[in-house]
């Protein structure tokens, strides 16, 4: 790939991140159709895997769509963060894709706590920094395959 392209393409990355971004607010925040209006009091879950065993417990109860939507939800909700700050950035790996991940799900369960928004959820956290780092092994698989085929198509001329 020229080094235009590249660039071309490191800009759409930037583009569908911040899109994204905004996508993100919206729905953490301000979405009331999935429970986002203000409480007040506190809610917080300071006990790993507490909220998971729960939603896990209760399925029958809670029914599946609640289910899904909070434990895969919170998982795919992250893929595209750990896509796009693969794309959009000229370093990428693993790890800082794990930690950004998390530092990302960090800020926005403490600023649901702070808001009264939703909860502050260490089960979140762990999900959504799974989601982010499901979202770089995309990548990187979709980045392999994208340099095979160039070098083939180089081989071809």
């Known amino acids: 790939m020229n080094r235009r392209k590249s660039k071309l393409l490191r800009a759409v990355g930037k583009v569908l991140f911040i899109l994204y ?13 999935y429970g986002r209006s203000g409480t007040e009091e506190y809610r917080y879950n300071l006990e790993l895997f507490r909220e998971i065993r729960r939603f ?9 769509f609640t289910v899904f939507a909070n434990l895969f939800g ?11 700050i693969s794309m959009a950035g000229k370093t990428r790996g ?6 950004c991940s998390m530092g990302l799900s960090l800020c926005v369960e403490v600023a649901q706590l702070f808001t009264k928004v939703g909860s502050f959820d260490v ?15 995309i990548f990187s698989i979709c980045n392999l395959i994208r340099r095979r085929y160039n070098v083939r198509k180089r081989k071809k001329r």
Not at 125 to 137: D, K, P, R, S
């Open 74 to 84: 919170n998982i795919l909700i992250f893929v595209p963060f750990g896509f796009f």
């Open 56 to 64: 896990l417990t209760y399925r029958e109860q809670l029914g599946t």
């Open 21 to 33: 971004i905004v996508f993100l607010i919206y729905f953490l925040f301000l979405a009331e159709w």
């Open 94 to 99: 693993f790890f800082k894709t794990l930690f």
């Open 123 to 137: 089960d979140d956290i762990l999900l959504n920094t799974i989601g982010g780092v499901l979202g770089y092994i």
